[in-house]
């Protein structure tokens, strides 16, 4: 059972158990605009089942639980743009943070022998405390939205300690898609640098392109967060590609893969700073690759020539 089945981990992920054989129901709240998007683009929404539910409703998690009896369960839900986590700070704790206790307190009631994925983010570094983060590194989140992770992550480890949980945690670090929500910075980047080639726009409008972070693939991603679920054990795990690269660095890269200048587009724009920047992230992955056997396989370049390519597509022929 997949929770955020819809967003973009989700949709990696349902697709990989599917071909592992796996038998797939994922959690559907009932609100806001179509989110099956992702999972038509992926072709996967036909192989598996749906189920009405919220991880802020406890009841319907039971229910839940009760009607697909799995072996694992993995929880991608939560309100995870960093940005509106400052404008909705109650909303993120409730779904990021409590979101997950309500999981895995109705797995520990309806499912114990289940084992048990838990999102957690680098946004829980934040202000860094060692310059390369691993599971060992301190946490200081910046923001709303990894503190609520912040809280997830410690309850799971709470609950594998306190009732002996199958229960794993992925320090996952930024990781992007074709499939990447288009208020993301790398997906906004990738549309306007389409746009621009197609003559739809003109500008690419951005805060802080200083900052720099550890992007990788969530199609490579999502692999590790199945392995976690095949060890003897539960425990935590940074996944990360070991390499960082600014914003600028990446808009770079983009442009640059559709035969345009950065420097000709580019406006800084106030309105885009955080209250409390991140400057930095970069993880290390040893335990993954020591443990899980896991290790990223999409290069930077590789990833957002891949997002460049499928705006094109979604917008147009190039003109």
Avoid at 13 to 23: I, N, P
Avoid at 192 to 201: K, S, T, W, Y
Avoid at 251 to 276: K, N, Q, S, W, Y
Wanted: net charge negative; aromatic share 8%.
């Amino acid at each position: 059972m997949i929770t955020g089945v819809s967003g973009q981990d989700g949709a990696y992920l349902a697709r990989l158990l599917l071909q592992k054989g796996y038998t797939v129901f994922g959690l559907r709240p009932r609100r806001g605009s179509d989110t099956l998007w992702r999972l038509r683009e992926l072709g996967v929404l036909e192989a598996m089942e749906l189920i009405d539910g919220d991880v802020t409703d406890l009841s319907s998690l039971l229910r839940a639980i009760e009607r697909s009896q799995p072996d694992e369960i993995y929880n991608l839900a939560a309100q995870s743009f960093v940005g509106t986590s400052w404008d909705q700070p109650i909303l993120t704790g409730g779904v990021t943070g409590m979101g997950a206790v309500n999981l895995l307190e109705a797995v520990r009631l309806a499912a114990p022998q289940a084992r048990f994925y838990q999102a957690s983010s680098s946004e829980m570094f934040g202000l860094i405390q060692a310059s390369r983060q691993d599971e060992r590194t301190p946490f200081y989140p910046r923001s709303p939205y990894g503190a609520a992770k912040l809280y997830a992550h410690w309850m799971t480890v709470n609950y594998r300690e306190s009732h002996g949980l199958h229960a794993s945690s992925g320090i996952l670090f930024n990781h992007e898609s074709p499939l990447r929500g288009i208020e993301f910075v790398t997906r906004k980047v990738t549309d306007a640098v389409a746009r621009i080639r197609l003559g739809l726009q003109r500008e690419l409008r951005l805060g802080n392109v200083d900052a720099r972070r550890d992007w990788g693939y969530a199609g490579d991603y999502v692999e590790a967060m199945w392995l976690m679920l095949q060890q003897p054990v539960g425990g935590d795990f940074v996944v990360a590609t070991g390499r960082n690269a600014s914003v600028r660095e990446m808009c770079e890269i983009a442009f640059r893969h559709a035969g345009l200048t950065l420097e000709d587009h580019l406006v800084i724009d106030p309105a885009f700073l955080r209250p409390a920047e991140v400057d930095v992230l970069l993880g290390d992955p040893a335990r993954a690759a020591a443990v899980l056997g896991w290790r990223p396989v999409t290069s930077l370049e590789t990833l957002i020539g891949m997002m460049v390519d499928r705006d094109l597509e979604r917008l147009g022929p190039a003109r």
